[in-house]
C-alpha cells in the first residue's frame, strides 16, 4: 500500500478538475458535486489510513526510516539541475549536482499530518455539502477545496524544500481564492487580498531560506539536508551563524502562514470567507503548516539557540496578545479566530523549547477541537439563519441540542479539561516551557502561557454563555438581523440605519443562494431596497426561530467531537506512569515514541532513537544533565527549583498539572460568573476598565498602524516614483522626440527646396530639349513604324555579313 | 486571291477610279520609301552576283552537265493518258518527305488554318450579330441600345 | 543579266556557247540559279516599295502577300539548284513552300477580318487617316 501514497494529493486534485472545469458548464447537480468531492477526499484518507497503517504496524514496517516513494513508487524528475557550490568562503568550491525529484515521503511527521488533513477534511468536506447547500457557486466551492486539498497534500508528504514550498504557495492561493469565495463583496475581497499578501511576506523569508540551505548544504531533500546539517556546531545565543539565518527565514515564513505577530493580522480578516473554510484552513491545516515546517526542519532549529528563543518568545507574545483581545469580541467566529491565533502561538511556544513532538500533538488536538468548534458555530450561523453576533443569541441547547453536546466537547477540550484531548497536550506544553534546558527565560514562557491559558478558558466559557446558555436574546427588539452594522449601533445606541459597516467579517442578512449585493451606507438606499416597514427606526421582523441543523452537518461533529473527547489519549504524558506503567504508554500509538525518529537530539548529536523516548526534562536523581551542557547555562529553571524543593520529579510535575487544571477552572467561572450568573457586570466593568476595553475590543490597533505605517507610506512612495518617472524620465523621452521632429522638420526643407529644385531644373531643361524629337516620332502613322522595322532589319543583315562586305570593298 | 477581290469590290474603290484621292502617303514617307528601296536594289543584286559567283564553286556537277542529266530523266518518265505529257514524280517526292519527316508541322499548320478562321469570323461580326449571338457586354449593350433601340428585338429569350 | 562561267569549265565542256549572244541565247533556255534568285528580291522590293508607300489598307495588303511570295520563290529557286546538282536535300524548300503558303493565308485571313473591323468604326481605307497614337 505504500506504493500507492501518490494517489492520495492526486485523487482530491482530480475531484476538484471534475468539479472545477466541469461543473458549471454540464450543470453537475449539488448531489454529484458532493459526491465527487466527498468521494475523492474519503478515498484519499482511506489510502492514508492503509498506508500509514502498512508504514508503521504492518508486516514490513518501514518505521522509523522514512519512506520515500522514489524507492519502488512515483517520482520523476522534475527540475533537473545544475551544479551548486556548497563551500562557501576561503575553501576551495565543491559543487554538488542539485536535482530536484518529486516524490513523496512518508514518515513520522507526514504520517500524522495526512491523516489529520485528509481525516479532518473528511469531515468538514461532509459538514461543506450541507451547509453551502443553495449556493451558485457550489461546484467552484468544492473545486478550490480539492485544489486545496492537493496543496496541502504536497507540502506534507513532499521529500524536499521545494515541493514543501510549492504546497506552501498553493495553499496560499486557495485561502485567497476560498477567503474571497463571496467575491462580490468589498470586505471578503479585501480580507482575502489581505490574507495574501502578509502570506507573501512570508514566504521571501522562507524563499530566502531555501536558498540558503540549497546553497549550505547542496541539496534540497530533506535527507540529505538532515544528514549533513547533524554534524554543523551549535549556535548558542551570541553566536549567529549560517543555520541561525536559515531558521530565521524559515520561522518569518511561518510567521506568514500560522498567523504569529506581526504577520497575525489576516486571520480574524479571513472569516469573511464561509464557515467551512475558517474550520479547514484556518483552523486544522494550513495554519499549521507553520508548525510542519518548523518540526521538519528542528534540526536546523536546534542548532540555533537564539531563534529557538525568538520562536518561544513570539508564540508566548502572540498567544497572550490574541487571548487578551478574544474576550471582548462579539462575533462568534472573531472569538474562534483569535482562539486560533493564541492556540497557535501554544504550538509555537511548544517548539520553541525544544518539545517539537508535544507541538505536533497540540497541533492534532487542536485540529479536532477547533474545527469542531468552527462547524459548530457554522452550524449555530446556520440554524439562526445567518447570525452571527452573540449578543443576538442565547439559550440556543434547546433549538439545536447536537450542535450543543458537541461544542460542548471542544469548549471542554480547549479549556483543558481533564481527560479531554486538549489537556494531554496544552499540559505538557506548560510543563516543557517550565522545565525547558534548550533555552533561557523558559519561566517567561510558562507564566505567558498559564495566563493564557486563563483567558481562553474564560471567553470560550464566555462564549458558550452566550450562545448556548442564558436568556434567549433573538426574538428581542431589533433582532434577526445580522448586520454588524446593526451590532455597532447596538453599541452606540444609534437607530440601526445610521450605522456604516467599519470592519470585515460579517455576512449580511442574506438566505443562502441569495445574490449578495455590497453593504449600503445610504440610509435611503437602504430603506428602499430592504423595504422595511418600521417606526421610529425600530424594526419588525418576522421572529426566526432558531432550528437544528441536517445530518450532513451534525454527523461530522459527532465524529469530531468524539476525536476530541478520546484523541488526547495518544499522548498520556509521563507524569501518569504509575498509573499506566511507563513513560510514554501505548508503544508505538503513543505520539512520543512515534514522532521521537525524526526529532534531533542535541545531547547525542543524533536522531533519536525509537526505543526509550527521551526525556525533556532531566531527571534530578541522575546526573545525566546531558543537554543542560549542550546548551550552557540556560539560568533560572522553575521546574528544577521546584523539583529541589520536593525532591521527586512525580510530584513536580503533579503539581505542574494542578496548577493548569486550577488556572483553567479559574478562568471558567469567571466566564460562568459574568456572562451566566451577572451578565450585567459584564457592562459595567467594561466602562470601569473603559482603555482597557477599548484596546482589546479594537484589535490594539495594529491594522490600523499597518496602514499608516506601511501601506500608505508604500504608497506615497510609488506615487513619488511615479512623478518622477512621468515627468523626468518621460520628460526626456518626449523632449527628444521633439528634437527629432524639428530636426527632420529642417532636413525635409533642405530636401524640398535644394534637392528636389535642382533635380527639377534639369529634368524640365531636358525636357525642353528633347521632347519635340520624341514627339515627332510618334506619327501614330503605321507606315512610318513598318518604315523604320525595315531599316532596323538591313542594318541587322548588313551586321552579320559585315565581314564580307568589308572583304568585298577591300 | 479571289477573296482579295471581293474584299476590294466591298470597300471604297471608287476612290481609285475616281481618282480623285491620293494613292500613294505624303511625301517624306515615299521619298524615304523609294531611297530605301533602291538601296535594297543595289545590294541585292551584288550580293546575288557574289553569292552566286562562290555557289558555282562548290557544285559537285556543273550546270549544263546537270541540266543535261535533267534532259535525259525527264525522258524516262513515264506518259500521261494523252501522250503529250510525262508525268513528273516531283509530287511523289514532295509528298514523301512532307507527310513523314514534316507530318507534325503539317498538323500545326492546320490548326493554325483553323485558327485562323475563327479568329476572322469573330473579328468581323457586326454588332447585330454579336448581340443575337449574346456576345455583348451588358455595359456596353446598355450603350449601343440607348443609340439603336432595334437592338433588344435581336436578344435571344432567356428562360 | 551576266552569267559567269569559269575558264576552267570552259575548257572542260566543249558543248558550252562561246559568242555572247550564243551564250545569251543559252542563258535563256537554261536558266540557272541566280536568274530565280534576282527574280525574287525584285519582287521582295516591290513588294515592300508597296507596303511602305500605299495609301490603300488593301494594297497594303496585297504587297504582303508579294513579300511572302518572293520568298517561296527564293525557296523554290534553291531547291530546283539543289536537286538538279545532286543534293539530297532538294525537297526541304519545296516543304517550306508549303508551310509559307498556309501562314501567308491565315495571315490574310485575320488580317481581312481587322481591316473590316476598323473600317466599320473609322468608315475609311485611307492609312494615314489611321493616325490615332498619335501625340
Known amino acids: 500500500m505504500l506504493k500507492y501514497i501518490w494517489l492520495v494529493p492526486l485523487l482530491p486534485l482530480i475531484g476538484a478538475a471534475f ?55 512515483f517520482s520523476f524528475n522534475w527540475i533537473p539541475g545544475g551544479a551548486v557550490n556548497v563551500n562557501h568562503g576561503t575553501e576551495a568550491p565543491r559543487f554538488a549536482l542539485l536535482n530536484v525529484e518529486w516524490s513523496y515521503q512518508l514518515d513520522p511527521l507526514s504520517s500524522i499530518f495526512m491523516l489529520i488533513v485528509t481525516g479532518v477534511g473528511l469531515c468538514i468536506f461532509i459538514f461543506a455539502t450541507g451547509y453551502m447547500h443553495g449556493e451558485a457557486g457550489f461546484y467552484r466551492f468544492f473545486a478550490y477545496m480539492g485544489l486545496f486539498m492537493f496543496a496541502m497534500l504536497v507540502l506534507v508528504m513532499g521529500s524536499n524544500f521545494l515541493m514543501m514550498f510549492v504546497g506552501w504557495e498553493g495553499v496560499g492561493l486557495c485561502s485567497y481564492l476560498l477567503i474571497g469565495y463571496y467575491f462580490d463583496r468589498p470586505e471578503a475581497a479585501n480580507a482575502s487580498r489581505k490574507a495574501f499578501i502578509t502570506n507573501r511576506i512570508g514566504d521571501f523569508g522562507f524563499a530566502l531560506a531555501i536558498f540558503g540551505v540549497i546553497a549550505t548544504f547542496g541539496s534540497a531533500q530533506y535527507v540529505d539536508v538532515f544528514t549533513q546539517a547533524k554534524s554543523y556546531p551549535i549556535e548558542l545565543i551570541g553566536q549567529w551563524g549560517v543555520l541561525s539565518w536559515i531558521a530565521l527565514g524559515l520561522f518569518i515564513g511561518a510567521c506568514g502562514k500560522s498567523a504569529q505577530l506581526p504577520l497575525h493580522v489576516w486571520l480574524p480578516d479571513a472569516m469573511a470567507g464561509p464557515t467551512p473554510v475558517s474550520a479547514l484552513i484556518h483552523a486544522a491545516t494550513m495554519v499549521t503548516a507553520g508548525l510542519y515546517m518548523v518540526t521538519r526542519t528542528n534540526v536546523i532549529f536546534q542548532h540555533s539557540q537564539t531563534m529557538l528563543l525568538v520562536v518561544a518568545l513570539i508564540g508566548a507574545a502572540t498567544a497572550i496578545f490574541a487571548a487578551s483581545i478574544g474576550i471582548t469580541q462579539n462575533d462568534i467566529k472573531k472569538v474562534l479566530a483569535y482562539s486560533t491565533v493564541s492556540q497557535l502561538g501554544f504550538m509555537f511556544m511548544a517548539c520553541g523549547v525544544g518539545a517539537f513532538v508535544i507541538g505536533i500533538f497540540h497541533v492534532m488536538t487542536h485540529a479536532f477541537f477547533k474545527a469542531l468548534m468552527f462547524l459548530g ?34 469548549w471542554l477540550a480547549i479549556c483543558g479539561v481533564i481527560p479531554f484531548s486538549g489537556f494531554w497536550s496544552k499540559d505538557e506544553i506548560l ?90 451606507e445610504d440610509v435611503a438606499h437602504h430603506v428602499a431596497t430592504h423595504g422595511h416597514a418600521h417606526e421610529n427606526g425600530q424594526h419588525e421582523h418576522g421572529a426566526h426561530v432558531p432550528h437544528e441543523s441536517p445530518p450532513s452537518m451534525w454527523v461530522p461533529l459527532a465524529v469530531l467531537a468524539l476525536l476530541a473527547v478520546i484523541g488526547g489519549f495518544v499522548g498520556v504524558g509521563p507524569a501518569f506512569r504509575f498509573m499506566t506503567g511507563a513513560e510514554h504508554p501505548g508503544g508505538r500509538l503513543n505520539i512520543v515514541t512515534w514522532l521521537n525518529p525524526i526529532i534531533w537530539n542535541p545531547a547525542t548529536r543524533e536522531f533519536n532513537a525509537p526505543e526509550g523516548a527521551e526525556h525533556e526534562a532531566p531527571v534530578a536523581a541522575e546526573g545525566a544533565h546531558g543537554e543542560a551542557s549542550v546548551y550552557g547555562d540556560t539560568g533560572f529553571n522553575l521546574a528544577h527549583s521546584v523539583q529541589n524543593s520536593t525532591h521527586s520529579e512525580l510530584k513536580t510535575e503533579w503539581i505542574f498539572i494542578f496548577i493548569s487544571l486550577l488556572v483553567a477552572g479559574i478562568g471558567m467561572l469567571l466566564g460562568a460568573y459574568f456572562y451566566l450568573w451577572r451578565p450585567a457586570l459584564a457592562g459595567i466593568w467594561a466602562k470601569r476598565l473603559r482603555p482597557l476595553y477599548e484596546a482589546s475590543y479594537n484589535k490594539y490597533w495594529v491594522d490600523e498602524f499597518y496602514g499608516w505605517a506601511v501601506t500608505r507610506r508604500t504608497m506615497d512612495l510609488a506615487r513619488a516614483v511615479y512623478s518622477f518617472d512621468s515627468k523626468l524620465v518621460d520628460g526626456i ?22 534637392v528636389d529644385g535642382l533635380v527639377n531644373t534639369i529634368a524640365a531643361f531636358i525636357m525642353r530639349l528633347m521632347s519635340p524629337l520624341f514627339r515627332a516620332a510618334q506619327t501614330g502613322f503605321t507606315q512610318n513604324y513598318a518604315l523604320v522595322m525595315v531599316l532596323g532589319l538591313m542594318v541587322a543583315v548588313a551586321l552579320f555579313f559585315m565581314r564580307d562586305i568589308v572583304n568585298a570593298v577591300r | 486571291m479571289v477573296l482579295f477581290l471581293f474584299v476590294i469590290m466591298l470597300v471604297n474603290v471608287g476612290a481609285e477610279e475616281r481618282g480623285r484621292d491620293e494613292i500613294f502617303n505624303n511625301q517624306r514617307q515615299v521619298t524615304a520609301s523609294l531611297i530605301f528601296c533602291l538601296l535594297l536594289v543595289a545590294g541585292v543584286l551584288y550580293a546575288v552576283n557574289k553569292g552566286y559567283g562562290g555557289l558555282q564553286a562548290r557544285n559537285k556537277i556543273p550546270p549544263d552537265v546537270a541540266s543535261a542529266q535533267e534532259t535525259v530523266r525527264d525522258q ?84 | 543579266m551576266l552569267n559567269l562561267i569559269s575558264p576552267t569549265f570552259v575548257l572542260l565542256f566543249q558543248e558550252g556557247p562561246r559568242t555572247p549572244v550564243e551564250q545569251m541565247k543559252y542563258a535563256a533556255v537554261h536558266p540557272d540559279l541566280s536568274k530565280f534568285l534576282v527574280i525574287g528580291a525584285l519582287l521582295f522590293i516591290i513588294g515592300v516599295a508597296g507596303v511602305l508607300t500605299r495609301r490603300n489598307i488593301i494594297v497594303i495588303f496585297m504587297s504582303i502577300e508579294l513579300i511572302l511570295n518572293a520568298a517561296n520563290l527564293n525557296f523554290i529557286a534553291f531547291s530546283r539548284y539543289l536537286y538538279t546538282t545532286g543534293n539530297a536535300n532538294a525537297v526541304a524548300g519545296q516543304i517550306f513552300t508549303v508551310f509559307v503558303i498556309v501562314v501567308a493565308a491565315a495571315e490574310a485571313a485575320i488580317g481581312l477580318g481587322i481591316v473590316i473591323a476598323l473600317y466599320r468604326n473609322k468608315e475609311t481605307i485611307w492609312v494615314d487617316e489611321i493616325d490615332l497614337l498619335k501625340w
Open chain 1, 431 to 520: 510543563w516543557n516551557a517550565a522545565s525547558t534546558t534548550h533555552i533561557p527565560l523558559g519561566w517567561i514562557v510558562w507564566l505567558v502561557g498559564t495566563i493564557a491559558a486563563t483567558c481562553t478558558a474564560f471567553y470560550m466559557t464566555r462564549l458558550m454563555a452566550m450562545t448556548f446558555w442564558g436568556k434567549e436574546r433573538f426574538l428581542a427588539g431589533a433582532g434577526g438581523e445580522a448586520d454588524e452594522a446593526h451590532a455597532a449601533a447596538y453599541d452606540k445606541g444609534l437607530a440601526p440605519h445610521d450605522a456604516v459597516v467599519a470592519s470585515a467579517g460579517d455576512r449580511l442578512r442574506h438566505e443562502p443562494g441569495e445574490h449578495v449585493g455590497p453593504i449600503h
Open chain 1, 377 to 410: 458555530a457554522g452550524s449555530v450561523i446556520h440554524g439562526m439563519h445567518h447570525e452571527q453576533d452573540m449578543r443576538r443569541m442565547g439559550g440556543l441547547k434547546k433549538y439545536m441540542p447536537y450542535t450543543y453536546w458537541t461544542f460542548m466537547a471542544g
Open chain 1, 733 to 754: 523621452v518626449n523632449g527628444l522626440a521633439a528634437l527629432s521632429r524639428l530636426f527632420s522638420r529642417i532636413v525635409g526643407g533642405i530636401d524640398k527646396y535644394f
Open chain 2, 76 to 159: 524516262s518518265l513515264p506518259k500521261s493518258a494523252t501522250g503529250s505529257s510525262s508525268i513528273t514524280k516531283d509530287s511523289e517526292t514532295l509528298a514523301a518527305s512532307l507527310y513523314r519527316f514534316a507530318s507534325l508541322p503539317f498538323e500545326i499548320a492546320s490548326v493554325l488554318l483553323l485558327v485562323a478562321i475563327i479568329g476572322s469570323v469573330m473579328l468581323a461580326r457586326t454588332l447585330r450579330q454579336e448581340a443575337s449571338a449574346d456576345d455583348v457586354d451588358p455595359e456596353v449593350l446598355q450603350v449601343e441600345m440607348a443609340r439603336d433601340p432595334d437592338l433588344a428585338k435581336l436578344e435571344p429569350q432567356s428562360d
Open chain 1, 19 to 73: 468539479n472545477g472545469l466541469l461543473g458549471r458548464k454540464l450543470r453537475f447537480s449539488e448531489k454529484l458535486i458532493g459526491r465527487i468531492a466527498v468521494g475523492s477526499v474519503a478515498l484519499a484518507f482511506l489510502i492514508s489510513v492503509a498506508a500509514v497503517y502498512s508504514y508503521g504496524f504492518g508486516g514490513h514496517a518501514e518505521w522509523p526510516k522514512p519512506y520515500l516513494t522514489s524507492q519502488d513508487g
